[in-house]
């Protein structure tokens, strides 16, 4: 996607570095808010890719702090506000269900934003275990159901918004701009790019996801303690069933989502390979070892799974060291914010973190890293 405005002396109002999600509902986010600024929106890629084309666009109602929590309610209504003004956003409801050890029952109602859960009687589990082939839990865990969820194709999400702002006259949006440095200029920030051409913006957010240490504020995303991590998912090749649900399996941080448009299952596991550069496609590859932590996860719970399990996708995500977004103001002259740390759950949290991060540039917006 491409949008093109001829070389101006006035500067945007808004530029935005990085289109994967958080980029992309910056940028929309800034365009309801502010319908008179003049918005750019660059990526050194394509809109949507990188962490966000791989993004499996579950999402749950549940935060492990109270931030997070309300992080999570507050982009959960703003995706069902999304949903009714563009019905066509491709969000789906889904239902959910937990395994969680008899001890976790507690943990996991208190970081649920939304209805506390209930125990599934015997019925339902006859009918969960025809859907999940094997599935029995042991005398030391217990299976519980919450309020719906969803899923979404973030990658479509994400362009679909992009799309609405360059068709704003005014703004654009370009792809394979690579942002190198972000300079001051007598007129607010000057964006300088790897073709050795720029522009001037008068407020710039850097959302760059797992490229947040290598590119614009670097040095401030390392300061907060900002690391990649891979993340995982595998290809279950076993059609799910019309209204089929996901099943997360909280104790090992994984989860199965229903894919019936791909006519398979996706299994998101957890894995702890860090500091993987975005940059470096030898290292973002799914290894035995990664097979090893999703073949143990079926075999556990939903043996009937494993001869299933085929192929996958793996990308990488930045992480701060608390496991919350990262949004900040990233120098002194109050017109640059990093939105950056998606830790996996950009996606879900794409909504609030482009408010705090447009809150920053309000003259009470609170600092919220």
């Given amino acids: ?35 008179g600024w003049r918005i750019l929106a660059v990526d050194r890629q394509r809109a949507g890719a990188g962490a966000t ?36 956003s491709g969000r789906r409801a889904v239902d959910v269900f937990w395994l969680v050890s008899a001890g976790g029952r507690q943990a996991l109602a208190d970081t649920l934003h939304g209805s506390p859960p209930e125990e599934v009687d015997a019925a339902r589990a006859k009918e969960l275990a025809a859907v999940f082939p094997g599935l029995t839990p042991g005398p030391e865990s ?4 919450t309020g719906p969820g969803s899923r979404a194709v973030p990658a479509k999400v994400a362009r679909d918004l ?43 957010v ?9 590119g614009p504020y670097g040095d401030r ?3 907060h303690g900002l690391r990649t991590k891979k993340v995982v998912a595998f290809h279950v090749q076993s059609p799910p069933p019309a209204g089929a649900p996901a099943l997360v399996f909280e104790d090992e941080d994984a989860f199965l989502l229903p894919q019936p448009e791909h006519g398979r299952w996706l299994l998101s596991i957890t894995s702890q390979e860090w500091d993987v550069p975005a940059t470096r496609a030898d290292r973002l590859v799914v290894t035995a070892e990664d097979r090893d932590i999703a073949r143990a996860v079926l075999d556990r719970h939903v043996p009937g799974f494993g001869a299933g399990l085929a192929g996958g996708q793996v990308h990488c995500d930045s992480y701060p060291p608390d496991g919350l977004p990262l949004v900040t103001r990233a120098d002194d002259t109050g017109r640059a914010v990093l939105a950056v740390g998606g830790a996996g759950a950009g996606y879900r949290l794409a909504p609030a973190v ?9 003259p009470e917006g609170p600092d919220t890293a």
């Fill in 354 to 362: 482009a408010e705090d991060a447009l809150n920053l540039f309000e």
């Fill in 162 to 204: 992009l799309r609405e702002v360059r068709d704003t006259p005014g703004n654009a949006v370009r792809d394979g701009w690579h942002v190198r440095a972000v300079e001051p200029a007598d007129d607010g920030l000057a964006l300088l790019a790897s073709d050795g051409t720029g522009v001037t913006a008068r407020r710039v």
């Fill in 221 to 223: 995303a390392l300061a």
């Fill in 206 to 214: 850097v959302a760059t996801g797992p490229w947040a240490v290598d």
């Fill in 142 to 145: 217990v299976l519980l159901a």
């Fill in 53 to 88: 084309g791989m993004s499996a666009g579950f999402d749950v109602p549940t935060g492990r702090c109270e931030r997070q929590r309300s992080m999570a309610a507050r982009s959960t209504a703003f995706y069902a506000e999304l949903a009714g003004r563009r019905p066509a």
């Fill in 1 to 35: 996607m491409t949008g093109e405005t001829p070389a101006r002396a006035v500067p945007f109002d808004l530029a935005v570095v990085g289109t994967g999600i958080l980029g992309a509902m910056v940028a929309y986010r800034a365009m309801l808010r502010h319908p």
